[in-house]
């Protein structure tokens, strides 16, 4: 007699555990830890059992259901406990190659190589822009219409370089998805010329020498801020450093005997193979650590939060910026500006092109040449380093003529 949900309700575990048939292989297995559905068939000569679930999750009818489809199966000639695994395993395998798992896969790669801050952004832009909209799908089934239409919505937002950065992201996440035999094609490369082209943009610096004076002279009568934030942008302006890489600066870097703060590797924009770029310090940099040393030597860090001197817990990337837009600089000169600002005027100056871009540590555009170029430059840029912390005095003070680079007599 086939089973009734009131049947099922009244049944009662036993000492042992026992079956209630409903018909055709289909029982329900009631024992002291609940009430399983199971079907029982033979296949190829052997008796097997196949769970359906478990009771009352499964109800009666969806456990008929669910034997009406295995004796379907079983009629075609198909065992339905291996259809069973070849679909979780079908299942397992798409929910491995959807993009976002393919996406995170890349992305912990290239963070071995990235610095933290670059890896950090890196994710925040797929979280935010990129999974939402496709991370479920299958990396080798997105269309370059389905990125597009991802795209064109973060272009909407006013945001058309951030857009053109994840294009570029979603292009090297395919390209990497064919590299491991999970995609055959690169929609992002079609969508060349579809989207906006982002306005180029440089970031506020001051370069003409009179009006970086008078910036010069407005930081030094900017004593209302925190003295470690005035510190931080004192360095950054005499080391003319990215921001990344003297907010995360740590005391044990500095060899104070060599006149040199060795940056890591892993904390620069590009990956290098070099372990450190080396920075070599002026007297005024060497006069302002010492300085700053009293303020913040019993920490890690140069520049730590105010409220924390924990792993991690350094300035902000805005701390500096915050007080050159309360100076009254903002669109006019950022902390970043300051590489720009050294650049141009030191340019001024005679100092070869290779010591500059050493020292800015920006990658060499040729491939070739990067093969070759391995110099550090160091002699020139040691004098390069004293003359520019030179110059902010002399400016500073209001002097109008640069002294140009001279070679030492040999």
Known sequence: MPLTDTAIKKAKPSDKPYKLADGGGLCLLVSATGRYWRYNYRFGGKFKTLALGTYPDVSLARAREKHSDARRLLADGVDPSVARK?????????????FEAVAREWHAGKSKKWAKVTADKAMTHLDAHVFPEIGHLSVAEVKASQLLAMLRKIESQGIAYTASRIREMCGQVFRYAIA?????????????????????????????????????????????????????????????????EF???????????????????????????????????????????????????????????????????????????????NMGYQGKQCVHGFRASARSILSEQGWSVEAMERQLDHKEANGTVAAYARSQHLPERRRMMQAWADTCDALENGADVIPMNKKPAA
């Open 247 to 325: 907010r995360f600066a740590r005391w044990e870097e500095f060899d104070f005997d060599a006149r040199e703060w060795k940056v890591p590797a892993k904390r620069m924009k590009v990956g290098k193979s070099l372990p450190a770029h080396t920075v070599p310090l002026s007297n005024q940099t060497i006069a302002l650590l010492e300085e700053l040393r009293d303020l913040t030597g019993h920490t890690p860090y140069l520049f730590p939060k105010a409220k924390g001197y924990g792993e991690g817990e350094v300035i902000s990337e805005n701390t500096v910026g915050k007080m050159l837009n």
């Open 86 to 98: 070849e679909n979780k395993h079908a299942e397992k395998l798409a929910s491995s190659n959807s």
């Open 180 to 244: 491991t035999g999970r995609a055959e094609d690169n929609p992002a490369a079609h969508l060349l010329g579809a989207m906006q082209k982002p306005a180029t943009t440089h970031r506020p610096a001051i370069t003409e020498r009179r009006e970086f004076g008078e910036f010069l002279r407005d930081l030094r009568a900017a004593t209302g801020f925190d003295p470690v934030t005035r510190h931080a942008a004192y360095f950054a302006l005499l080391t003319f450093v990215r921001a990344q």
